[in-house]
Every structure is written in C-alpha cells, then in structure tokens.
C-alpha cells in the first residue's frame, strides 16, 4: 500500500498564501486518482480537491474554489495544493488521500496530516 507524507502546513495571516505537499512512497501517484481533505477542530472531515489520472480536477466549490489549486507531479511522485487568499475558516489539519477511482470519496490511503493555522 502507498505511504503518504505530507508538509507545508504553518502558521500565516489571513489572506496569505502556503503550498501543502504531498509525497508518496510504495507506489507510483501515476496509478491513482489524488485528493486533498481537511478537518477543522470540532468537525467532520471535509473533501477539498481531486485530480485525476488526466489531471482532470474538481474542487469543493462552496469552499475552496477560485483560490486553492490541486496538481501533481508523477515525476515527483507528489501532489500539490496551492492556498491562495486564505481566510480563518481554512484553519484544519489538510490530509492527501488516494482514490481507487474518479467520482468517489472511498480512500485507499491517508497521510498523517499537516496543519494549517490561518489568523485573522
């Protein structure tokens, strides 16, 4: 089974920008479909973004959308998430995920998590 680390998470103010990580090892990212979740304190854990094996994204649009970007680099063997104009409710411990396929949020593997503290 793929092992996923993630990195990047910190401390910023609102409205700045950080770039989350995510590296696998056990497997090539190539085979599967990537996604990126968050969980704030006291809540369910939330999907944020997708990207396919094309590279084909969908996003959390009631959310994220318009300022965080999902993308990989099979090369790398890594997944990026790209947070722009971040804002105090994208406080949460974001974890990269792998998907057995597109359209599902079934989980094959999580990271540890990496968090991401926004202040206001």
């Known amino acids: 089974q793929v092992q996923l680390v993630e990195s990047g998470g910190g401390l910023v103010q609102a409205g700045g920008s950080l770039r989350l990580s995510c590296v696998a090892s056990?497997?090539?990212?190539?085979?599967?479909?990537m996604g990126w979740f968050r969980q704030a304190p006291g809540k369910e854990r939330e999907f944020v973004a997708r990207?396919?094996?094309?590279?084909?994204?969908?996003y959390n649009s009631d959310s994220v959308k318009g300022r965080f970007t999902i993308s990989r680099d099979n090369a790398k063997n890594t997944v990026y998430l790209q947070m722009n104009s971040l804002k105090p409710e994208d406080t949460a411990v974001y974890y990269c995920?792998?998907?057995?396929?597109?359209?599902?949020?079934?989980?094959?593997?999580w990271g540890q998590g990496t968090l991401v503290t926004v202040s206001s």
């Open positions: 056990g497997g090539r990212i190539s085979n599967y479909v």
């Open positions: 995920a792998t998907h057995p396929q597109w359209g599902t949020n079934v989980v094959d593997a």
């Open positions: 990207i396919g094996r094309n590279n084909l994204v969908v």
